[in-house]
């Protein structure tokens, strides 16, 4: 079969011809028709994730078909007994394990669930790993709720995408940042209702005063604008972070965390029981996530471009099989 | 009648004559038999509080009398009816109204609570403020279990050796940090299994290596040592924050609060309902709140003296009427 593989380090990846895995004991071989980038995945071809080892096949998100059905899969594995953090063997579909950027996949029976009706194969390999981490954030870790006003920082990135759609469909008041003022015209046309760029010094006053302050922030960044993350909070607000694109946190006041009785969440992806109720949510909506740009597998190099110079507005997808 | 009054900004307190406060419908009058110091009495005699009204009578913790039978008073007033923050109006005795660094104090009813009756006046007097807001931030906020390892920043102030005390209770393996060896020392006499140097660098790694890692943080300090708290801090920990006195936060990572889950609470204070807990909770293990040193009411600024140099352990007392 075809895959895209990472032989060294220093090298790009390259279409080889491999042998297709063997089906195994409690592992089903699911033909991908189509692949979904991560960041993930960009660091792991740029040598910049922890414990890579090589050869591997990158990919985590897909749809495909298994004895004639068609199917996507939850690349969160292993994630053990406690809902409140993944497990030590947690991992994701992708590394160690060789992933779905290949003509077939092996995956344990259990990561495997029919891919909603109503989306096409780009758009149901667009969702998973976006969809478990913007639900756990919204519903789990911040407990959203409907009438309450959003932040969403760094619109563009599949999370982000996936968490404004999340949000809107439950009724919320979305607001997004950006540095880029086309993505947050983007957004606006997807139901955001206003947005700022965060390359501006004082877009914290610009958001409370489109805003008036929000309840929640769900943030991929972290670096010195969350700073003024926390200025944009009303009283009790909760913040959710799953990405750290901006490096470490500084000039963060202990006393607006404390007086305004904030909680800050991390968040990893999310569990099995989050995986199901997650596509019940898109399926309940109708919601289509957001497909960026799909790209040929041949031309995957040009597919992790676009992902590195940040041009994406939802996820960029790979078709693998015709 | 007697009281400690702050004339103008750039004034050391002074002990004034004036008139015992009025009674009116709703408020009672309390003679005050002790008073306890906090920070937030400190920060307002040097000028450093917001919105401070001159003339005040600073003081929000009390144990007095009222109609022959011995109470104390929660001092957190106003709080609302969102218990997940303080409302607007919520203040705290002392500012801007009249606390109780006086003979007498008037007092809405609805705050007055028969003093447990184990404690002596001092010991009473040394409860309120520290009690709710450890009680708060240690169950309310952490969801603290008996078993579980828990980091004490700053052991000595008032509201960190309250959360030893809790914690120790709870059943809880309990570790202190100080930039004082012998406030470690005295933290250990009272049941604290160990405790760091937070002036040595490496004092993360030291904690890491006496507890295995710690599931709560409750943190009075912010600041740079902030950064490190969380690298002794197990998957899913929560770090709470009821204070800031070594200012902004910096040099933070997403990726430890984001991969391990963690949870970052502040908070201010409890609402009624926890203070009455709290008492209930310090009435059921029989605890007796630390009291570091007692001063003559005309000795208050060699109390405040004892504060600023951050001598204490536990709580400054203020005899007021023999």
């Given at each position: 079969?075809?895959?895209?593989?990472?032989?060294?380090?220093?090298?790009?990846?390259?279409?080889?011809?491999?042998?297709?895995?063997?089906?195994?004991?409690?592992?089903?071989?699911?033909?991908?028709?189509?692949?979904?980038?991560?960041?993930?995945?960009?660091?792991?071809?740029?040598?910049?994730?922890?414990?890579?080892?090589?050869?591997?096949?990158?990919?985590?998100?897909?749809?495909?078909?298994?004895?004639?059905?068609?199917?996507?899969?939850?690349?969160?594995?292993?994630?053990?007994?406690?809902?409140?953090?993944?497990?030590?063997?947690?991992?994701?579909?992708?590394?160690?394990?060789?992933?779905?950027?290949?003509?077939?996949?092996?995956?344990?029976?259990?990561?495997?669930?029919?891919?909603?009706?109503?989306?096409?194969?780009?758009?149901?390999?667009?969702?998973?790993?976006?969809?478990?981490?913007?639900?756990?954030?919204?519903?789990?870790?911040?407990?959203?709720?409907?009438?309450?006003?959003?932040?969403?920082?760094?619109?563009?990135?599949?999370?982000?995408?996936?968490?404004?759609q999340f949000a809107i469909a439950h009724g919320m008041n979305v607001y997004v940042s950006s540095s880029s003022d086309?993505?947050?015209?983007?957004?606006?046309?997807?139901?955001?209702?206003?947005?700022?760029?965060?390359?501006?010094?004082?877009?914290?006053?610009?958001?409370?005063?489109?805003?008036?302050?929000?309840?929640?922030?769900?943030?991929?960044?972290?670096?010195?604008?969350?700073?003024?993350?926390?200025?944009?909070?009303?009283?009790?607000?909760?913040?959710?972070?799953?990405?750290?694109?901006?490096?470490?946190?500084?000039?963060?006041?202990?006393?607006?965390?404390?007086?305004?009785?904030?909680?800050?969440?991390?968040?990893?992806?999310?569990?099995?029981?989050?995986?199901?109720?997650?596509?019940?949510?898109?399926?309940?909506?109708?919601?289509?996530?957001?497909?960026?740009?799909?790209?040929?597998?041949?031309?995957?190099?040009?597919?992790?471009?676009?992902?590195?110079?940040?041009?994406?507005?939802?996820?960029?997808?790979?078709?693998?099989?015709?």
């Open positions: 079969m075809k895959a895209i593989q990472l032989i060294h380090k220093d090298q790009s990846p390259v279409i080889a011809e491999i042998p297709v895995p063997i089906e195994s004991d409690g592992a089903i071989l699911i033909k991908v028709s189509c692949a979904a980038l991560n960041h993930r995945d960009l660091w792991i071809v740029k040598g910049k994730y922890a414990k890579i080892k090589y050869p591997v096949i990158p990919g985590s998100d897909l749809c495909g078909y298994f004895n004639g059905q068609r199917v996507l899969v939850n690349p969160g594995m292993n994630w053990g007994d406690n809902e409140s953090v993944q497990s030590k063997q947690f991992h994701i579909l992708g590394l160690p394990e060789n992933g779905c950027f290949a003509e077939y996949v092996s995956v344990p029976k259990e990561y495997i669930y029919p891919a909603p009706e109503h989306l096409t194969n780009e758009q149901a390999a667009a969702l998973p790993l976006a969809g478990i981490t913007a639900y756990r954030a919204l519903f789990t870790k911040c407990n959203a709720r409907p009438g309450e006003n959003i932040l969403i920082t760094g619109i563009g990135g599949g999370v982000a995408v996936q968490t404004l086309s993505k947050i015209q983007k957004a606006i046309s997807l139901g955001a209702r206003g947005g700022v760029n965060y390359l501006n010094d004082n877009w914290d006053q610009e958001l409370n005063s489109i805003s008036g302050g929000v309840h929640i922030v769900i943030d991929s960044a972290g670096g010195n604008p969350f700073g003024k993350l926390i200025n944009v909070c009303l009283p009790a607000a909760r913040i959710c972070l799953y990405g750290g694109s901006l490096g470490l946190i500084s000039e963060l006041s202990p006393q607006v965390i404390f007086w305004k009785q904030l909680s800050i969440f991390g968040t990893v992806m999310g569990t099995p029981l989050e995986f199901g109720k997650m596509l019940s949510f898109v399926i309940q909506h109708k919601l289509l996530p957001v497909v960026d740009s799909v790209y040929q597998m041949t031309d995957v190099s040009a597919a992790f471009d676009r992902m590195e110079r940040k041009q994406q507005f939802g996820k960029i997808v790979l078709r693998i099989n015709e």
